[in-house]
């Protein structure tokens, strides 16, 4: 079954979003998934975050504050929603919610 470009744009943004926390704090993507609490459960520091900041930013084209850190930091769903607040992905566009799919 095809689906639409909808669900593959969150899907993919979340895949980048994982793939950017596994490469900067050295874990496997598995493990940016499963985890709670990036801090807590995969160990990253203050430096790590900042650097992790960083590299979304350039991932996505967007300018972030330092006060997202704890978005960020919390898990994949938060981090995914803290990007698509700053970065102005429509609600509508991120839901998964729809009929065929």
């Known amino acids: ?25 050295q874990v496997e993507p598995e493990a940016v998934e499963a985890a709670a609490s990036f801090e807590a459960d995969l160990g990253a520091d203050s430096l790590l975050a900042v650097e992790y900041l960083v590299e979304l930013e350039r991932c996505f084209g967007i300018s972030m504050e330092l006060t997202e850190l704890d978005r960020l930091m919390a898990n994949l769903d938060e981090a995914y929603a803290a990007i698509a607040e700053i970065a102005g992905w429509s609600a509508e566009a991120d839901d998964d919610t729809r009929e065929g799919v």
């Open 1 to 25: 079954m095809e689906t639409t470009g909808v669900k593959t744009d969150r899907t993919e943004r979340i895949r980048q979003i994982r793939d950017v926390a596994a490469r900067t704090f």
